[in-house]
């Protein structure tokens, strides 16, 4: 047995407080196809105007419910198998408030999260595919355009104009760059420095020829009191000869010899040591004189932040030979300037032309597939009661054409001009199912307000079937108030206006199979108790179905 299918990404549940008539509702929503019905003015488009407000649409305290404080509208995603939550505050009084996952957002942010959920279609002006870089990507989509070879030319071309930037053009800057270095790196090398240590070497060997003569005759009578007559060694014997026998002190007499052997060699060392010192002016001198060259290459050079700037406070020889390594690397670099410069140039050249290589083979696979996309949305318009709109993809002429436009010429003799500005709201929501029926890739949530506008007949089985089709691999919300749209509906969620003590509430509730027959006979002759127009909404579901294939 296959393991079951991942839950796919949905809205699973939307909740309305105090916004507009809406006290308060509740909808938990399943995958495919969601018909939202009612009477005209029920509070329909409210619902959708609560989805425009987690997508980042404009609040206005007017939407709060009369008499509440506040209205409030949160959406439950399922998304990559985790819940997401999305909210938005609106107060009589002062700013909105957005909430992501229970933590405060701006309605920007919000938005940008919600509309990788959710696309709407209709009178609001939140349909991703009226933006221009997403008419591109879909363009993209539909001719399979392999944007690699651009991508990667592109970048190209701008690590090597890096590249330029980094080794600079300014020549007599670098020719001052490199007679310091050059003055820099002779003077490191003229120390020839070798151990990072011998500044400590020279602090030592300093105080020994500093004080040659006394160092000897510190020697001198250290010898004498540790070895001459009557010192040390002499009396540590005497003790020795007189305790030798005596048998309680055998143990100490043992130790007693090793301070005697100890003090004769420690004896021996200070005599060696100090008739090897000698008193030698002319060293001490060349000392002091490499010692005073050391410190002021580490005051110049062993913090220096870089080749070329030294400053800063004394660092170490190691520093010094760390600085004297980089000030080479930086002048040979300086050198080679010119020949990297050509080098890089030859580069960018060959950068540019593969970028106009790669630019131009796109600008020609989306100014090919720009007609057939047309034409597929068009076959599309016509099954929507839109048979004489004509809907066109404009490329621009420079490559890669990233200049896309979708035009719309709705009615006979009328200018083509782009969706957002020449379509009405159902046009344009008709217009958004034909190209989202031609296009596989969309936010997994799709609402289509208005799409039944202005048509019937067999004009909006041809919506609801389109819009099934969609439910396939979207969840569909819709709201419409045709019977033959909403019989193709996996859902029917049913939006009802009520008075009562003076007041106007609007709710709204999932409908099952016998309820759902009676809405639809209502939305067919308004006579929703009639057994023959029941019989009508029975067979419309049932064709529903059988046109749907699910």
């Not at 060997?205 to 060694?233: I, N, P, T, W």
């Not at 600085?323 to 050249?349: F, P």
């Not at 696979?365 to 839109?386: F, K």
């Amino acid at each position: 047995m296959s393991p079951a299918p991942p839950p796919r990404d949905q809205l699973i549940e939307l909740a309305v407080t105090d916004f507009g008539i809406i006290e308060h509702v509740r909808l938990l929503l399943g995958p495919g196809m969601t018909a939202l019905t009612g009477e005209t003015g029920a509070g329909k488009t409210l619902l959708i105007g609560a989805i425009d407000l987690l997508l980042g649409g404009r609040a206005d305290p007017a939407m709060v419910r009369t008499g509440c404080e506040e209205a409030v509208v949160e959406g439950r995603f399922l998304v990559d198998g985790e819940e997401v939550v999305l909210a938005r505050v609106i107060p009589t009084d002062g700013r909105s408030r957005a909430y992501v996952n229970g933590r405060m957002a701006t309605a920007t942010v919000l938005g940008e999260q919600a509309r990788t959920l959710i696309d709407l279609h209709g009178q609001h002006a939140h349909q991703s595919l009226l933006a221009p870089a997403v008419q591109r990507a879909a363009l993209d989509q539909f001719a399979e355009v392999d944007l690699g070879p651009l991508r990667e030319a592109r970048a190209e071309r701008r690590r090597v104009a890096a590249a330029l930037d980094e080794l600079g053009g300014d020549a007599g800057a670098r020719a001052r760059e490199a007679d310091l270095l050059r003055f820099q790196i002779g003077e490191i090398d003229a120390a020839a420095l070798v151990d990072p240590d011998e500044d400590a070497a020279l602090d030592q060997l300093e105080d020994q020829l500093g004080d040659a003569l006394a160092h000897r005759e510190a020697a001198s009578r250290a010898v004498e009191a540790l070895g001459g007559d009557g010192g040390a060694v002499d009396r540590v014997g005497a003790v020795i000869a007189d305790l030798d026998g005596r048998s309680p002190y055998a143990s100490v007499l043992g130790r007693l010899h090793a301070v005697q052997a100890e003090l004769t060699d420690a004896a021996a060392e200070l005599r060696t040591t100090g008739e090897a010192i000698e008193d030698d002016p002319a060293r001490l001198a060349e000392v002091r004189e490499r010692r005073e060259l050391l410190v002021e290459l580490r005051r110049k050079y062993g913090s220096a932040p870089h080749a070329g700037s030294p400053e800063g406070g004394a660092g170490t020889l190691a520093d010094v030979m760390a600085y004297g390594t980089d000030a080479a690397e930086r002048l040979a670099t300086i050198d080679g300037h010119d020949e990297a410069a050509a080098r890089l140039e030859r580069e960018g050249a060959a950068a540019r032309a593969a970028e106009a290589a790669a630019a131009a083979v796109v600008g020609q696979q989306r100014r090919a597939a720009a007609p057939g996309l047309a034409a597929a949305v068009e076959a599309n318009l016509g099954e929507l009661a839109m048979a004489a709109a004509r809907f066109g993809v404009e490329v621009g002429t420079d490559d890669p054409g990233d200049d896309v436009r979708f035009t719309l010429a709705a009615n006979p003799g009328s200018a083509p001009g782009p969706l957002a500005k020449v379509a009405s709201g159902g046009e344009l929501a008709r217009a958004m199912l034909a190209l989202r029926l031609v296009l596989s890739v969309a936010p997994p949530v799709l609402v289509f307000d208005e799409v039944d506008a202005g048509i019937g007949g067999t004009a909006a089985l041809a919506v609801g079937r389109s819009l099934a089709a969609l439910g396939a691999d979207h969840q569909v919300l819709v709201v419409t108030h045709l019977p033959q749209v909403a019989a193709f509906a996996d859902a029917q969620v049913h939006v009802v206006k009520a008075v009562s003590d003076g007041t106007t509430v609007a709710t709204a509730a999932p409908l099952h199979a016998e309820e759902r027959v009676v809405e639809l006979s209502r939305m067919l002759s308004g006579t929703p108790d009639s057994e023959r127009v029941q019989d009508a909404a029975h067979e419309l579901l049932e064709l529903a179905a059988s046109q749907r294939g699910r």
